[in-house]
């Protein structure tokens, strides 16, 4: 489930992409190109992990049932969140 969930996190990518190749038809070179759009995109991207690395940390330290049937689901979403913010 959680490595589901987390697709969908890595999938913002490809908005990257679009904004390189937008660039790159404005007659950019490659490099020119992934740095601008990497300036224009990274404040985003560093605030969405920190935002829900903050929202699922908090299930990490639930207790009873609950928090043993979640804490699988919830280390695997942050390390997947931390490791798909780590590469932009």
Known sequence: MALTLSVG???????????IVRHMEMGETRMQAAVKASREIGF????MTISLV??????????????????E???????AILISGSYR
């Not at 996190?9 to 904004?19: E, I, K, P, W």
């Not at 908090?58 to 804490?71: K, N, S, T």
């Not at 689901?73 to 390390?79: A, E, Q």
């Open 73 to 79: 689901f919830s280390v695997t979403i942050v390390v």
């Open 44 to 47: 985003t991207i560093v605030s």
């Open 9 to 19: 996190f890595v999938v913002t990518m490809h908005r990257d992409a679009r904004n």
């Open 54 to 71: 903050a929202v699922f940390i908090p299930v990490l330290f639930l207790g009873g049932i609950v928090g043993r049937l979640l804490h």
